[in-house]
């Protein structure tokens, strides 16, 4: 089937960066949009940074500006290149992708890397 793994979360102090890597493998026809999604203890997953097939990104508000998502087609690779970060960005980080395996496209996530902001 199809598995993605994220690597790159860790113990940074503010204002510092991190990068996060999320490489899909199995059997793939085509990796549609990819995303990054952090959850913080206590709160509802949200989506942070999206890049379609053909390179297009969008980003939320609170990481406008700080946040760089890119992928790397033929690695089947996303990554999110994080800079400026604040305690506010603690959370486990889950990447997602949308990827059509046989017949149809369907959504699968990884299992999380834990990013903690602090001094």
């Known amino acids: 089937q199809v598995q993605l793994v994220e690597s790159g979360g860790g113990l940074v102090q503010p204002g510092g960066s991190l990068r996060l890597s999320c490489a899909a493998s199995?059997?793939?026809?085509?990796?549609?949009?990819m995303a990054w999604s952090p959850q913080a203890p206590g709160k509802q997953r949200e989506l942070v940074a999206t890049?379609?097939?053909?390179?297009?990104?969008n980003y939320a508000d609170s990481v406008q500006g700080r946040f760089t998502i890119s992928r790397d087609t033929a690695k089947n690779t996303v990554y999110l290149q994080m800079n400026s970060l604040k305690p506010e960005d603690t959370a486990v980080y889950y990447c997602?992708?949308?990827?059509?395996?046989?017949?149809?496209?369907?959504?699968?996530w990884g299992q999380g890397t834990q990013v903690t902001v602090s001094s």
């Open positions: 997602r992708a949308n990827i059509r395996v046989v017949l149809a496209s369907t959504d699968y």
């Open positions: 199995g059997r793939i026809l085509r990796v549609n949009d």
């Open positions: 890049i379609n097939s053909g390179g297009s990104t």
